[in-house]
T-cell receptor
Framework: DAGVIQSPRHEVTEMGQEVTLRCKPI?????LFWYRQTMMRGLELLIYFNNNVPIDDSGMPEDRFSAKMPNASFSTLKIQPSEPRDSAVYFC????????????FGPGTRLTVL | SQQGEEDPQALSIQEGENATMNCSYKTSINNLQWYRQNSGRGLVHLIL?????REKHSGRLRVTLDTSKKSSSLLITASRAADTASYFC????????????FGKGITLSVRP
């Protein structure tokens, strides 16, 4: 299995631009998670899906952030408009069942907003 | 919000020594997991211990869980330079359905 795939690996953009991050979970996994990692705040859960349905988006910082999962093999995290404080590494992770299974992380997307 | 609090924040040891890292948490859990993150990479799962377990081993890793104290420890024996990484504890809280809450991590440096 290829593991969780994220694209792009690096993104540099200017303030005000729209940013779209992409994730392909491991086949057969029915949970998908989006995290953000910064030095100041550590690893924060932004949103997670179960069977393509958003379950908990309480970690999404504000309305500028949105996430979708149109099918079991693809999810996007969009920031519009982007701000310098959104600069972080964004991780996608997937898992197979509730409570007991471990999460498998993608390599992350390093976002820099100038 | 952070659930796990790791201790120490940073640890530097000589190759061959043992490394002990601690994690405390606040609420009732289903399980506790430890992850490793190498610089510039994603997190990799190391070991999971369920709330009804007290100790678990995997290779050079030993994890303990004390639910009465709401704490866990990760022991890496005979450390290697390749163990240099950040280590995170994460909990699945009761009723949280796969939602992991991570601590801020411990930076381990193993000197050759």
């Amino acid at each position: 299995d290829a593991g969780v795939i994220q694209s792009p690996r690096h993104e540099v953009t200017e303030m005000g631009q729209e940013v779209t991050l992409r994730c392909k979970p491991i086949s057969g996994h029915d949970y998908l998670f989006w995290y953000r990692q910064t030095m100041m705040r550590g690893l924060e859960l932004l949103i997670y899906f179960n069977n393509n349905v958003p379950i908990d988006d309480s970690g999404m910082p504000e309305d500028r952030f949105s996430a979708k999962m149109p099918n079991a093999s693809f999810s996007t995290l969009k920031i519009q408009p982007s701000e310098p404080r959104d600069s972080a590494v964004y991780f996608c992770a997937s898992t197979r069942t509730a409570s007991t299974d471990t999460q498998y992380f993608g390599p992350g997307t390093r976002l820099t907003v100038l | 919000s952070q659930q796990g609090e790791e201790d120490p924040q940073a640890l530097s040891i000589q190759e061959g020594e043992n490394a002990t890292m601690n994690c405390s948490y606040k609420t009732s859990i289903n399980n506790l997991q430890w992850y490793r993150q190498n610089s510039g990479r994603g997190l990799v799962h190391l070991i999971l211990i369920r709330s009804n377990e007290r100790e678990k081993h995997s290779g050079r890793l030993r994890v303990t869980l004390d639910t009465s104290k709401k704490s866990s420890s990760l022991l890496i024996t005979a450390s290697r330079a390749a163990d240099t990484a950040s280590y995170f504890c994460a909990t699945v809280n009761t009723g949280a359905n796969s939602k992991l809450t991570f601590g801020k991590g411990i930076t381990l440096s193993v000197r050759p």
